[in-house]
């Protein structure tokens, strides 16, 4: 399985962008699709996440109400749009696929750098 992050860039506080995540490969058994970030000198932190199968998403509290995760199943796409971005959103953006509910993720993409100016 590979997973392709796409759709970062540079914008001002306000601003929106929309990351996707295509997923290719064996992807029959995908569970949940995840997206994570991690900002220059912090620890990676969980931003949401979408179940393949009912669409149910999750989302961090400092996300909540801004950011709003959707997936296009044939294309294998998971989505990432974010509106309101503060320049605390500045990061570099992964996606990860589980397999299954339990366990850790299986498969890690690239990531994409989203950067937000005040």
């Known amino acids: 399985v590979q997973l392709q992050a796409s759709g970062g860039g540079s914008v001002q506080a306000g601003g929106s962008l929309r990351l996707s995540c295509a997923a290719s490969g064996r992807t029959s058994r995908r569970y949940l699709m995840g997206w994570f970030r991690q900002a220059p000198g912090k620890e990676r932190e969980f931003v949401g996440s979408?179940?393949?199968?009912?669409?149910?998403?999750d989302y961090s509290d400092s996300v909540k109400g801004r950011f709003t995760i959707s997936s296009d199943d044939t294309k294998n796409t998971v989505y990432l749009q974010m509106i309101s971005l503060k320049p605390v959103d500045t990061a570099v953006y992964y996606c990860a696929l589980k397999l299954s509910r339990f366990g850790p993720y299986d498969y890690w993409g690239q990531g994409t750098q989203v950067t937000v100016s005040s």
């Open positions: 979408i179940t393949w199968s009912d669409g149910t998403t």
